[in-house]
C-alpha cells in the first residue's frame, strides 16, 4: 500500500523511529552533563606552595604544577591541583611562577590564595 507521497506506511514510521531516537540520545546526552562541584569541604591542613604552572586544564579547573618541596606535606614533584575558585583560576598563565596554599582534609587537596609572581 503507497501513501500519497509515495512511501509506504513502514518507511515513514522508520524514518520517525530515527528521529524519536536521535532526539532521545541528543536529550540524554544533554542531562549527562554535570557541573563539576568545586565544593572539597573544609581543609584540616594547610600549606604553603612555590611554583610553576606547567598547563592548564579549564575545563575542571586543573592547575599542572611543578612545585618545590612543601614543608611538613610532600618533596617537590610536579602533579596536578584543583582550583575551585574560578577568579583565581583565570590568573594563571602556562610558564607563570606562584606562590599560594594547599587545603587538604581527608578526601582532597586544591590551591587557594594564589599569587602570581611578576
Known amino acids: 500500500m503507497q501513501q500519497q507521497n509515495g512511501m509506504s506506511p513502514r518507511a515513514g514510521l522508520a524514518g520517525t523511529r530515527r528521529s524519536w531516537l536521535a532526539g532521545l540520545l541528543f536529550f540524554a546526552g544533554a542531562c549527562s552533563r554535570r557541573e ?3 565544593d572539597y569541604g573544609e581543609p584540616k591542613n594547610r600549606y604553603r606552595i612555590h611554583g610553576e604552572i606547567l598547563r592548564l586544564r579549564p575545563e575542571n579547573r586543573i592547575a599542572v604544577v611543578k612545585h618545590e618541596k612543601i614543608e ?14 574560578a577568579a583565581e583560576f583565570a590568573k594563571l598563565k602556562e610558564g607563570s611562577w606562584i606562590r599560594a ?9 586544591w590551591l587557594t590564595g594564589i599569587v602570581v609572581e611578576k
Open 72 to 85: 611538613g606535606w610532600m618533596e617537590a614533584m610536579t602533579m596536578e591541583f584543583p582550583v575551585p575558585d
Open 36 to 38: 563539576v562541584s568545586y
Open 101 to 109: 596554599t594547599v587545603c587538604v582534609n581527608d578526601s582532597y587537596f
